[in-house]
């Protein structure tokens, strides 16, 4: 099964749709339990859309669905001054990775040089991080007796290793990012897990890591909650 495949399968449990939903052309509009957030997924021609019931209609009638993944075309469905997370790339490993030389193990998410990173960087930069979700070890690039960077990944459906990564704003630019990435997607195929990388993308930085270690784009994202 190939990787691509395999988030088929993952996205289908995860958005509660048919796995065919996210192969063949069109809109597939889904439940959303809450009622106060909506969740668009673009892969390819396929878009599968999570909302609440009463915007299930007006999505239906759109007549251009896959603007659904910009803020301009989601505007209009939902209130002013929504918060929107995206767009994003949702990519996954098509290559395989090994171990690189120089990165360190960390055991527990109290370790003080994680504690010393979190203080370096911005809340937001924390929490989309994710690392507090990450299952051990995380991994670490330590420079001038600090982390530059780590990452790590939470474990999704017991099947997709969904990646999270942290520079220090100090030492960015040198490469750390790459290097840790690279340890967590290897950690990742060794389990036997999907290594999944999503990031924004005005995040440039990033969607160069992702292409340069072999992760391609499997989908473009937007959720809004209000």
Partial sequence: MTPFERAREYWAVRLGCARGALVL??????????????????????????????????????????????????????P???????????????????????VVELESLADPRLEELRRAV????????????????????????????????????DRVAHIGVLSDPRSRERGFGRLVTQAVGARALALQLLPQYQTLLSNAGALRIGKQLGF???????????
Avoid: C
Wanted: glycine content about 8%.
């Fill in 80 to 102: 002013d001054g929504a918060r929107l997370i995206g767009p994003a790339s949702v990519a996954y490993l098509e290559e395989e990775l090994v171990q690189p030389d120089g």
């Fill in 216 to 226: 391609a784009q499997f989908a473009v994202t937007l959720a809004a909650r209000w």
């Fill in 122 to 157: 911005t809340p937001d930069e924390w929490r989309h991080a994710n690392l507090e979700k990450a299952e051990p070890p995380l991994f670490g690039i330590e420079h001038q007796g600090r982390l530059g960077a780590a990452a790590g990944f939470e474990r999704v459906q």
């Fill in 25 to 78: 052309p069109g809109l597939t509009v889904v439940p959303q339990p809450e009622q106060r957030a909506l969740f668009a997924l673009l892969s390819g021609e396929s878009l599968v859309v999570m909302a609440p019931e009463r915007l299930h209609e007006p999505l239906l009638e759109l007549p251009q669905p896959s603007t659904l993944v910009t803020p301009e075309g989601l505007a209009p469905l939902v």
